[in-house]
């Protein structure tokens, strides 16, 4: 089955008299996404596809066992960070479709956590930059630029 990443594809049902509106409300709704997420998607959805299809299982409407099972499959190869875009892909061409979006089952969900639990992609935190170590920081500025005026000027 294809798919397309639009969300209002053309109809030759549509009275004459909606032409023009109907354009403008294609164009408007191609809008809602950036062009570079929308190819982005679409890539991302293909790639499922092609993995379902190659399993003999249906990729729309896909189960969360599937998506979960895809997701488990791929975590070898593919960045937590790239997975939750994949994710993303699946769930806007199911909510585009207008079926139940299996990204949301919770398997779904602690298939992911666990991804990034196990394989990373928390960020390190950087320690937060406290009154005294602004000060520090702002003491330390050359007394000839703007900066270092505001210390005198604070002093």
Not at 41 to 56: N, V
Not at 73 to 87: D, F, I
Not at 95 to 115: F, N, S
Not at 122 to 142: I, Q, Y
């Amino acid at each position: 089955m294809s798919v397309s990443l639009t969300v209002i594809s053309d109809s030759a049902n549509l009275p004459a008299a909606l032409g023009p509106d109907f354009t403008a409300a294609m164009d408007l709704a191609r809008a809602e996404k950036a062009a570079s997420t929308r190819k982005a998607y679409g890539t991302d959805f293909r790639i499922f596809r092609t993995w379902c299809e190659s399993r003999g299982i249906s990729a729309l409407p896909a189960a969360p066992e599937t998506v979960a099972a895809y997701l488990a499959a791929q975590t070898p190869t593919s960045k937590a960070s790239t997975l939750g875009r994949r994710v993303a892909a699946i769930r806007y061409a199911h909510k585009l479709a207008g079926l139940v979006l299996p990204t949301d089952a919770e398997g779904v969900k602690a298939t992911m956590r666990g991804i990034r639990r196990t394989y990373g992609s928390a960020k390190v935190r950087k320690a937060p930059a406290v009154a005294g170590k602004m000060l520090g920081m702002v003491a330390a500025a050359p007394l000839t630029s703007w900066r270092g005026c505001v210390i005198e000027l604070c002093s």
